[in-house]
């Protein structure tokens, strides 16, 4: 398994992301409006294998800029994989400055 700092470095991750719900809700933005931007800049897919919202490794805290932190967890009633994908701090404050940009530029994102 983890080691006790790896266990506490992803507590502190997860203490400091947002799901894309709360993240769209504080740049005051729809949610759709959001995950539109976050997939048609390449931030984000849906994967069909799992019908959820997955970031790419370029983004994430593992392989990437950190912009994402991808949970994932086991089902306690099925046994399968779970995927969250939650934006960090350093995400929300690059969303926020683009999305300023963007109204600033053209009236809306």
Same mark, same amino acid.
């Given at each position: 398994m983890f080691s006790n700092d790896k266990l506490k470095e992803i507590e502190e991750l997860e203490k400091d992301t947002l799901s894309i719900k709360e993240c769209a809700k504080k740049l005051e933005v729809t949610v759709q409006d959001f995950k539109k931007y976050l997939l048609d800049n390449g @931030?984000?897919?849906l994967s069909e294998k799992v019908n959820k919202i997955i970031c790419y490794d370029d983004y994430s805290t593992r392989n990437g800029s950190g912009l994402? @932190?991808?949970k994932t967890d086991i089902s306690k009633v099925n046994g #399968? #994989?779970? @995927?969250?994908? #939650?934006?960090?701090? #350093?995400g929300f404050e690059l969303f926020q400055k683009d999305l300023e940009e963007r109204r600033l530029n053209y009236g809306s994102i």
């Open positions: @931030y984000i897919y994402f @932190y991808l #399968k #994989k779970m @995927y969250q994908t #939650k934006v960090t701090t #350093k």
